[in-house]
C-alpha cells in the first residue's frame, strides 16, 4: 500500500530565504507523486507532478521537486520565498492496485509553510 | 475552460439534519472523487465515480453517499449529520490521463451545530 509523510507540520522561513518542505513516500510500483498547494479557505491547486519522466519536476509560482527514488523522496523547494507563498502544501501519491491506478489520491497531512518579511 | 464548480460553498446544518452537496467537473472529466477534510485528520478519501459507477470508497459511514449523473455532476449526502461531519468537503474531477492527477474544486464548508 502507498503512503507519504511529511516532515515538518509547520515550516517558518524569512522572505527571501531557501523553502525546502519534505515528503516522503512509500510505494511497491513506480509512483505518480503530486505537491499541492492551499490557501486559506479556498480548494487544493497543483503545483506541480512527477510521473516517471524527468526526475527534475519544475513547477507553477518558482517551486521545483526532485525525486529521489533511493531516498523514496520528493522534495518541495524555491530559491527565495515570497510571502505569498504562505500556505498549506500537501504531497501526494496516486493509490496503485497492482498496475492500475484506483483513482484516489493518498495525501501526507500537510505542512504549512509561514513566510516572515 | 472551466474548472471544478461546487456549490453551496459554506452551510450551516444542525445535528439529524441532512446535506447534499453539488459538483460539476472539468467539461469532458468523467472520473469525481469526494475528499473530507478537517484539521484534525486531514484529507480522507470518500468516494470516486466514473461514468455513474462507484469505482472506489473510502472508510466512512453508510450515512456518507454519492452519486454521478450521465452529465457527469456528482452529488454527495449526508444524513443524520454529527457535530464530527463539519469539515471542508472537496470535489475533484479527473481527466484519464492515468496519472491520478485531481483537479479540485474550491469545496463545500459544512457546519454543524
Known amino acids: 500500500a502507498q503512503s507519504v509523510t511529511q516532515l515538518g507540520s509547520h515550516v517558518s522561513v524569512s522572505e527571501g530565504a531557501l523553502v525546502l518542505l519534505r515528503c516522503n513516500y512509500s510505494s511497491s510500483v513506480p509512483p505518480y507523486l503530486f505537491w499541492y498547494v492551499q490557501y486559506p479557505n479556498q480548494g487544493l491547486q497543483l503545483l506541480l507532478k512527477y510521473t516517471s519522466a524527468a526526475t527534475l519536476v519544475k513547477g507553477i509560482n518558482g517551486f521545483e521537486a526532485e525525486f529521489k527514488k533511493s531516498e523514496t523522496s520528493f522534495h518541495l523547494t524555491k530559491p527565495s520565498a515570497h510571502m505569498s507563498d504562505a500556505a498549506e502544501y500537501f504531497c501526494a501519491v496516486t493509490e496503485t492496485h497492482g498496475s492500475s491506478n484506483t483513482g484516489k489520491l493518498i495525501f501526507g497531512q500537510g505542512t504549512t509553510l509561514q513566510v516572515k518579511p | 475552460k472551466a474548472g471544478v464548480t461546487q456549490t453551496p460553498r459554506y452551510l450551516i446544518k444542525t445535528r439529524g439534519q441532512q446535506v447534499t452537496l453539488s459538483c460539476s467537473p472539468i467539461?469532458?472529466?468523467?472520473?469525481v472523487s469526494w475528499y473530507q477534510q478537517t484539521p484534525g485528520q486531514g484529507l480522507q478519501f470518500l468516494f470516486e465515480y466514473f461514468s455513474e459507477t462507484q469505482r472506489n470508497k473510502g472508510n466512512f459511514p453508510g450515512r456518507f453517499s454519492g452519486r454521478q449523473f450521465s452529465n457527469s455532476r456528482s452529488e454527495m449526502n449526508v444524513s443524520t449529520l454529527e457535530l464530527g461531519d463539519s469539515a471542508l468537503y472537496l470535489c475533484?474531477?479527473?481527466?484519464?490521463?492515468?496519472?491520478?492527477?485531481?483537479?479540485f474544486g474550491e469545496g463545500s464548508r459544512l457546519t454543524v451545530l
Open positions: 475533484a474531477s479527473s481527466g484519464g490521463t492515468g496519472t491520478g492527477e485531481l483537479f
Open positions: 467539461s469532458g472529466h468523467r472520473s
